[in-house]
């Protein structure tokens, strides 16, 4: 089967989801490591190919159930498990955390992967093969991964040093996800 196949499993579409994947559980293993610059790249590479995957996919016609929900179990990992990583490790290392700081956030990070869980069920319950709606309801699993991002600059610059603060954006960020927000599509 052919690159350019719908029925492909490794479609040039399904490739490019599989390299977001990588990007992701890439960047986990930086961010443990406490390399949080090359993390950020990875995820920005990841980023990068949920847009292509997407243009490929409508562009050669290789929409398929299993794109969709492939995409989605990409943006899981690569727009909410690894973001929440990123920021629960970034705030341990630059800001003073007591134990019941450090739990707080831990399971305010488990709440923000369970609302991006849901939010990324919740939109492929609601999404037709091939179409792309003119608004998201919601904020977008990348988009909130980008305000965690900022998140972990205004903390790794000291703008934002106390992990309660932190922990009730982030919280604010997971209810965003699952909102009733018009948010355009790109």
């Given amino acids: 089967m052919g690159l350019f196949e719908k029925d492909n499993r490794f479609n040039i579409a399904n490739l490019v989801t599989y390299l977001n994947i990588t990007m992701g559980v890439m960047a986990i293993y930086f961010i443990v490591k406490g390399d949080f610059f090359t993390a950020i790249v ?16 409508r562009k050669y016609n290789l929409s398929t159930e299993f794109g969709i929900q492939l995409d989605s179990f990409a943006d899981f990992l690569s727009f909410v498990v690894m973001p929440a990583f990123l920021l629960f490790y970034a705030v341990k290392q630059y800001s003073i955390v007591s134990g019941i700081e450090e739990f707080i956030l831990g399971f305010v990070f488990i709440w923000y992967i369970i609302s991006g869980l849901r939010r990324l069920v919740e939109f492929n319950l609601k999404v037709d093969v091939g179409e792309v709606a003119k608004y998201f309801e919601g904020v977008p699993t990348p988009l909130g991964a980008i305000l965690l991002w900022i998140l972990y600059l205004l903390n790794a610059y000291a703008v934002i040093s106390s992990g309660y603060i932190i922990a009730i954006l982030v919280m604010l960020i997971a209810w965003a996800l699952n909102s009733k927000l018009k948010i355009p599509h790109p």
């Fill in 42 to 57: 990875l995820a920005w590479i990841g980023g990068a190919c949920d847009i292509i995957d997407g243009k490929l996919a």
